[in-house]
């Protein structure tokens, strides 16, 4: 399908690697012009080349911690317009709630929730005056189904997607929509550094960590970064006009619920 966004100019933030990265590769398969962002310089470029070989797209690095203001200046200010805005971070890391000094409370909501809104703030004025704007926010499956130790990651994004709805709902007329994709247990870096962790901890091999958890999945796999990609570009396309304020979880059937 042509998503018909070709020389759309697109931000993904957290880029370099892992569901980020899978939304950058696919906005530029869709033809965009993609500005990519994390905090490693060398690995951006790195990153920035692989993307640019695989489909030929015009790929902008720009580093930097996007919680910062001068990250997002740079930004803005790699691209003419910004026309699609795929907001992501790194969550907090598992911690019983107990553990949660005020400090880090503080940073996960930055992170999490005041960061996304920022970016949000910044773009869509204009997205409104052209009457075109994708913002896609990538939050997690424990929005709906929260789970013990993720306690400050499900909160300040679950406020994120409270405080969008009604975003989303007033600039809808302009043909600007906001969505969030949720994403269950994905084979990204991140999960099998949790993996490996818990592997050490109990004293056991891997592979038998990674059964016990596919076995939790109706699907009984993990997701493939790719199938996310896929999932972000649609909802950027110009054919996802009439989506908004929606939260699509991609788990594999994970969540038991039907709403």
Do not use: W
Not at 40 to 51: F, H, M, P, Q, S
Not at 130 to 159: C, E, H, Q, Y
């Amino acid at each position: 399908m042509d998503l018909g966004i070709r020389g759309r100019y697109a931000i993904v933030c957290a880029s370099s690697d892992g569901l980020g990265k899978a939304c950058a590769i696919e906005l530029a398969h869709a033809g965009c012009t993609v500005v990519i962002n994390g905090r490693d310089a060398e690995k951006l470029e790195t990153v920035a080349a692989e993307i640019r070989e695989q489909t030929g797209a015009q790929v902008i690095p720009v580093a930097g911690d996007v919680s910062l203001g001068e990250t997002q200046d740079a930004l803005i200010a790699a691209v003419p317009q910004v026309d699609i805005l795929v907001n992501n971070n790194g969550g907090p890391p598992y911690r019983d709630f107990r553990q949660i000094d005020r400090t880090a409370m503080l940073e996960g909501v930055t992170s999490n929730m005041v960061t996304p809104i920022e970016l949000v703030q910044r773009v869509i004025d204009g997205m409104v005056e052209r009457r075109f704007g994708r913002i896609v926010n990538i939050t997690s499956g424990s929005v709906k189904m929260p789970l013990g130790g993720l306690d400050l990651s499900s909160g300040a994004r679950l406020g994120l997607t409270g405080f969008l709805a009604g975003v989303a709902r007033s600039v809808a007329h302009a043909n600007v929509t906001i969505n969030f994709l949720l994403p269950g247990s994905f084979d990204t870096h991140r999960l099998q550094s949790g993996q490996t962790r818990n592997a050490e901890q109990r004293g056991v091999d891997i592979e038998i960590i990674r059964e016990e958890r596919r076995q939790t999945i109706p699907a009984r796999r993990f997701g493939e970064p790719d199938e996310f990609g896929a999932a972000c570009a649609f909802l950027c396309s110009a054919q996802a006009g009439y989506i908004t304020g929606q939260s699509l979880l991609i788990d594999g059937g994970a969540f038991p619920g039907v709403l």
